[in-house]
């Protein structure tokens, strides 16, 4: 059995991030109230929070441990910028695998994605930034299938919206700071999930989490 790290919890309630990239998602759920830990296969030098650097589809903490565990697999063999590009067949399909490692940790789950993801998810919501004033072209999928959601009001663009275009229209600065994703490189923005986006769902688990499970945090570990 290989080794599993054990986690102090700052929080009543804690997020495993999976996947994480340099945190935009975490951020999210950091100001819905969580304790979050991410972990991704690469470094992450700029992630705001608890971050441990190891192989998410093996991570070394014990899954059950969490009270919601939220994973972005790569987008690549989803994602229409890479049929722009070349082939998608070169790059992993983790949808499956990725689902079926939280369904066995026994805990509410989020899986993110890509537009072009939408048919590999079950029952995904659309959330896009024109829904919380954020002025940017950006839809994500979520598939949550324990966790209730609130209806948001249609996708309401503008001309004035700024593109995901690499700087082709607006510098890419300016599409990370409409993401909100200051702390990151405008190289890391590109694949950021806006922290208003998981702000909102992590603010829907407190809500469920709240209600059914009392908060009892008193600086306890969790093996």
């Known amino acids: 059995m290989s080794r599993r790290l054990r986690i102090k ?5 804690t997020v495993l991030d999976l996947f994480s990239g340099a945190g935009g998602a975490a951020m999210g759920y950091a100001r819905a109230g969580f304790d979050v830990t991410g ?6 030098p700029n992630y705001p929070f608890r971050f441990i650097q190891a192989d998410a589809l093996n991570p070394p903490v014990d899954l059950s441990a969490f009270d919601v565990i939220h994973a972005s697999p790569p987008c690549q063999a989803y994602s229409q910028a890479t049929a722009w590009r070349g082939s998608r067949d070169s790059h992993p399909d983790l949808i499956d695998d990725v689902r079926a ?13 890509v537009m072009g ?14 829904q919380f004033g954020l002025r940017v072209q950006r839809h994500r999928y979520f598939e949550a299938p324990t966790i209730p959601f609130a209806l948001l009001h249609p996708c309401d663009h503008a001309m004035t919206d700024i593109p995901f275009d690499h700087g082709g229209t607006f510098p890419e600065s300016k599409y990370r700071t409409a993401l909100d994703c200051e702390w990151m ?10 922290p208003a986006y998981t702000h909102w769902i992590g603010s829907r688990i407190m809500e469920s ?3 059914e499970f009392p908060p009892r945090f008193q600086g306890s570990e969790r093996a």
């Not at 490692?101 to 994605?113: Q, R, T």
Request: hydrophobic share 45%; proline share 8%; with cysteine.
């Open 209 to 211: 989490l709240t209600k």
């Open 185 to 194: 490189t405008v190289q890391e923005a590109r694949q950021a999930v806006p």
């Open 101 to 113: 490692i939280l369904e066995a940790a026994g805990v509410p789950y989020v899986i993110e994605n």
């Open 9 to 13: 919890r700052l929080a009543a309630y």
């Open 39 to 44: 972990i991704d296969v690469k470094p992450q």
């Open 117 to 130: 993801a939408r048919s590999r998810l079950r029952q995904p919501w659309m959330l896009c930034g024109s």
